[in-house]
C-alpha cells in the first residue's frame, strides 16, 4: 500500500459566489510524483496552494471540507510548521534581490535555523542536490537576479531544500523554460523524489506523462479521475479525460 501524506475530502472552495472546486477526494502518496492537468482555469493551481493554505492569502476565499497532511488536519497545524514541511515553487522563478547565498539561508533565518558554522554545508548540500554547486560556488557573493532562467528555477528548488521539507509543490515550475532546461528540471524532479513528495501542476500533458507516478485530470472544479499515469494517458476510465488527452477540446 502507497503511504498517503496529502488528503482531501468533500473538499469545496469558492471565491465569493464562484464555486472553484467541487468535492474534491484526492490522495498524494509518498516518495511519489503526482501531476494535475487540465484545462486553464480549472481549478489545479488552486488546488495545489491549499495543502500549504496560500489560498489564506486571498480575499473571498471560503473553504469546507477537509484537508490532511500526514494525517493531520491542516487547520491544527501552525501556519510556519506547515510550510516549512510543504515548500512551494511558482511557475517564474523567483529568487530574491540578494546574493545567490542570501537567498539561500533565507528560509533557514525565517524558521529560526540559521547557525553560520552549518549555513555554508547546507548550502553546499542543496546546491548538489539540484545540480548547481559545481556551478555557483565560487559565485555565491554574485546576485542571483544575474543567473538564466534555469538556473534560478534551480536555485528556487535548492532554497527551499535547506529547511527540509517533507513535500514540494510545483506550479508549472518549466513554463518559462526552454525544453533544453525543462528536461534538466524533470531529471531533477525524478531524481528528488527518492527523498521527496512531489506534487505538479502542469498544462503540458507530455511531462505529466513522462515525470509523474500518478495523475488527476481536472475540469471546471471537479477532479473527473485520479489514477497512475499510465492508466490515465492510455485507458481513461472517463471519456472526458479521454477527450482532453486526444486534444478534442482544451
Keep these: 500500500m502507497n ?25 498524494v502518496y509518498k516518495n511519489s510524483i503526482t501531476a494535475l492537468i487540465g484545462p486553464s482555469g480549472c481549478g ?10 496560500m489560498n489564506d492569502l486571498i480575499d473571498e476565499v471560503r473553504i469546507t471540507g477537509d484537508i490532511f497532511v500526514n494525517d493531520r488536519p491542516i487547520r491544527n497545524i501552525n501556519i510556519i510548521e506547515l510550510r516549512k514541511k510543504v515548500g512551494m515553487v511558482f511557475q517564474r522563478p523567483n529568487p530574491f534581490p540578494f546574493t545567490i547565498y542570501e537567498n539561500m ?47 534560478k528555477q534551480r536555485l528556487c528548488i535548492a532554497r527551499l531544500l535547506t529547511v527540509e521539507p517533507e513535500i514540494i509543490l510545483l506550479d508549472e515550475p518549466c513554463s518559462a523554460l526552454d525544453p533544453i532546461a525543462t528536461m534538466r528540471v524533470e531529471e531533477l524532479m525524478m531524481e528528488m523524489k527518492k527523498d521527496y513528495t512531489i506534487l505538479i501542476v502542469t498544462h ?3 511531462q505529466a506523462a513522462r515525470v509523474s507516478d500518478f495523475t488527476g485530470f481536472m475540469l471546471l472544479g471537479d477532479l473527473v479521475e485520479f489514477d497512475e499515469t499510465s492508466k490515465i494517458f492510455t485507458s481513461p476510465s472517463d471519456e472526458r479525460t479521454e477527450g482532453y488527452i486526444t486534444g478534442r477540446f482544451g
Design 3 to 27: 503511504e498517503t501524506v496529502l488528503k482531501t475530502k468533500n473538499l469545496n472552495l469558492y471565491y465569493g459566489d464562484f464555486y472553484a472546486l467541487k468535492d474534491i477526494d484526492f490522495n
Design 44 to 53: 489545479k493551481s488552486t488546488l495545489l496552494r491549499c495543502f500549504n493554505r
Design 105 to 151: 539561508i533565507y528560509g533557514l533565518s525565517v524558521h529560526g535555523m540559521n547557525n553560520k558554522k552549518r549555513n555554508l554545508e547546507i548550502v553546499e548540500r542543496c546546491l548538489v542536490s539540484v545540480g548547481l554547486w559545481d556551478d555557483l560556488k565560487d559565485r555565491l557573493n554574485l546576485p542571483a537576479l544575474d543567473l538564466s532562467e534555469e538556473m
Design 204 to 206: 503540458n500533458m507530455q
